[in-house]
């Protein structure tokens, strides 16, 4: 097993930056795909971001490629997503994930964590 907890969210103003953190532990010995999803109110969940165990493979949502930045540190179990030029429409539940498939690209992934709130103020 593995669990996952977020932080970092909050309440920021359009335009501003927001770097949320992911912990990993329990199985981290385990060879993680990482990845970001968030859901707005109302909305179903969707992916934003994923990063391979490696590193070296990094996928974004297509619509939002510039704008976020994933990265990892696995000696310290973390995954980070750094959100800059933040709009109101990205406000949002973030979530992290992990899978066991060191470079997964679906999105039905092994392990969730609880979220984290984002609200962007326009």
């Known amino acids: 097993q593995v669990q996952l907890v977020e932080s970092g969210g909050g309440l920021v103003q359009a335009g501003g930056s927001l770097r949320l953190s992911c912990a990993a532990s329990?199985?981290?010995?385990?060879?993680?795909?990482m990845g970001w999803f968030r859901q707005a109110p109302g909305k179903e969940r969707e992916f934003v971001a994923a990063?391979?165990?490696?590193?070296?493979?990094?996928y974004y949502r297509d619509s939002e490629k510039g704008r976020f930045t994933i990265s990892r540190d696995n000696a310290k179990n973390t995954v980070t997503l750094q959100i800059d030029s933040l709009k109101p429409e990205d406000t949002a539940i973030y979530y992290c994930a992990a899978d066991s498939n060191p470079n997964y690209r679906g999105i039905n992934y092994d392990y969730w964590g609880q979220g984290t709130q984002v609200t962007v103020s326009s």
């Open positions: 990063i391979a165990w490696s590193g070296t493979s990094i």
């Open positions: 329990g199985r981290t010995s385990s060879r993680l795909t």
